[in-house]
């Protein structure tokens, strides 16, 4: 990697070409090796930036080595994906000493994630996610609702990249899952995907659990894909149900999630109303997208903005809602395989798909390149 220059833009919107390797900086503070870490090194390929190792286990170690990479390198831009302080306070601090440009990448409304855990901290946090974006070049949201959340909060200028997938099932996937997890080819599966954590009073994945188990039909399955504190919960709410129609095969590797979903028949994307999930779409939906499975949700903007006819779109506001969980009750006692096939004919023929991740790298590259020009 070449050392990185300051560069004087000329007006003209030259190309990434025309800018010396290195001049740009990126990082996750996620960290390197985080899924959120190759998102933005994919999504910025065509810039050849430095990608900074930042360590999250490591937070003020890697925040100190980010400003003597800014000092010694003086790049032109630092593009940092995600919103956590051991990456933002840094570039607050560069860019109040150097002048030192950046652009944040963000999936989430930082101030009402942070106040899932008290007000205060909520408060913080939306007086720093202001400051963050008041002082940026530029904002790359994973939705529209984040870019103009982020214009609103002060930000210069901002654009959609909303993610994509990382892999692609196997030809067989779907027969060979399906025996490995002992479910018939005539039950339909319903695929949810994600850390199975524990919120408040809430399990992530129990809504489908509780629903499933409820039903009065013995054709319908929930396959819950992932691990985390909350998978003993969840087990505990299969009951007897565990390994027939409620399917735990708990953390599986990334590049095998496909393989899982095309076993499915449909899938469930669990998300609150609230500001923390209205601003979403969360990475979840494209892998559901990129297999064919129709989608079952809650009303959030996505459910109408993205629904070409795929979508269902149940009351309540959350998962957890009760209003939420009869309706995802009566809506599988009622479903009958034949909208299942429409609604994922519907997936198939969308005329849009956000998760092109060509088309994200293009625009991600011209974003940055007007804004160093």
């Known amino acids: 990697m070449s050392a990185a220059h300051p560069s004087q833009g000329d007006g003209s919107g030259a190309g990434p070409d025309a800018r010396p390797q290195g001049s740009i900086v990126c990082?996750?503070?996620?960290?390197?090796?985080?899924?959120e870490g190759l998102r933005i090194r994919l999504l910025l390929a065509d810039l050849q930036p430095?990608?900074?190792?930042?360590?999250?286990?490591?937070?003020?170690?890697?925040?100190?080595?980010?400003l003597r990479l800014?000092?010694?390198r003086r790049p032109a831009l630092v593009v940092m994906e995600g919103t956590g302080t051991g990456g933002g306070l840094p570039l607050l601090l560069a860019r109040a000493v150097f002048g030192t440009r950046y652009v944040v990448s963000s999936g989430d409304a930082v101030g009402p994630y942070l106040g899932l855990r008290?007000?205060?901290?909520?408060?913080?946090g939306g007086f720093y996610e202001r400051l963050l974006y008041r002082r940026c070049a530029g904002f790359i949201g994973w939705t529209p609702y984040l870019v103009g959340r982020a214009l609103t909060y002060g930000a210069p200028r901002g654009m959609t990249a909303a993610g994509w997938t990382r892999a692609d099932p196997a030809p067989d996937a779907r027969a060979r899952v399906r025996a490995e997890l002992g479910v018939p080819e005539d039950t339909l599966l319903i695929g949810l995907?994600?850390?199975?954590h524990k919120r408040r009073e809430y399990v992530y994945g129990s809504e489908l659990v509780r629903a499933v188990r409820r039903s009065g039909r013995r054709d319908v399955a929930a396959c819950v894909i992932g691990d985390g504190s909350g998978l003993d919960m969840l087990r505990e709410e299969a009951g007897e149900d565990l390994g027939v129609r409620v399917l735990l095969p708990g953390r599986i590797a990334p590049e095998l999630v496909p393989d899982y979903l095309a076993a499915c028949d449909l899938a469930s994307l669990s998300q609150s109303t609230d500001e923390v999930g209205a601003f979403r779409y969360t990475t979840k939906l494209s892998e559901y997208l990129a297999v064919g499975l129709p989608v079952i949700t809650t009303q959030t903007p996505l459910a109408y903005d993205l629904d070409e006819g795929y979508l269902w779109r149940l009351p309540g506001a959350a998962p957890w809602d009760p209003r939420y969980i009869d309706a995802l009750v009566a809506l599988l006692d009622g479903?009958?395989?034949?909208?299942?096939?429409?609604h994922a004919d519907a997936v198939a023929a969308r005329r849009t798909d956000p998760f092109d991740r060509s088309e994200q790298q293009r625009r991600a590259a011209a974003f940055v390149s007007d804004l160093l020009a």
Do not use: M, N
């Open 27 to 35: 990082f996750a503070t996620q960290g390197q090796g985080h899924i």
């Open 50 to 66: 430095l990608d900074y190792p930042f360590d999250r286990g490591h937070k003020l170690r890697s925040a100190i080595g980010l």
């Open 70 to 72: 800014i000092a010694a």
């Open 118 to 124: 008290s007000p205060v901290v909520g408060w913080l």
């Open 193 to 196: 995907t994600g850390s199975i």
């Open 335 to 342: 479903l009958t395989r034949e909208q299942v096939r429409a």
